[in-house]
Nanobody, 123 residues
Framework: QVQLVESGGGLVQAGGSLRLSCAAS????????MGWYRQAPGKQRELVAD???????NYADSVKGRFTISGDNAKNTFYLQMNSLKPEDTAVYYC?????????????????WGQGTQVTVSS
């Protein structure tokens, strides 16, 4: 059973920084893609940033130049460094990953979500 557990959310003033972490656990063979999404009240969940195992990253226009996604393969953990935060960044942030797990005799690939962590930016 693969699980993603997020940490690092909280309350910060506008202009401040936070770093979100997402730790993957279980019988992981490989993490093929890692991503962060967010959902603000009354809005649809949106992609914030993602990165492939080859290092190719993609960012929403609203966070380019302010947020950085990175991963530590040895720890099966990935991060979202958020700088110059704005009140409009307030949302629940979810990590998401495409993971190949080792079932012993077979491998299987699936998409997984974390439980979400609240980020609140005050003006």
């Amino acid at each position: 059973q693969v699980q993603l557990v997020e940490s690092g959310g909280g309350l910060v003033q506008a202009g401040g920084s936070l770093r979100l972490s997402c730790a993957a656990s279980g019988r992981i063979f490989s993490i093929n893609r890692m991503g962060w999404y967010r959902q603000a009240p009354g809005k649809q969940r949106e992609l914030v940033a993602d990165i492939t195992s080859s290092g190719s990253s993609n960012y929403a226009d609203s966070v380019k130049g302010r947020f950085t996604i990175s991963g530590d393969n040895a720890k099966n953990t990935f991060y979202l460094q958020m700088n110059s935060l704005k009140p409009e960044d307030t949302a629940v942030y979810y990590c998401n990953a495409d993971i190949t797990s080792d079932g012993g005799r077979t491998f299987s690939s699936d998409n997984y979500w974390g439980q979400g962590t609240q980020v609140t930016v005050s003006s």
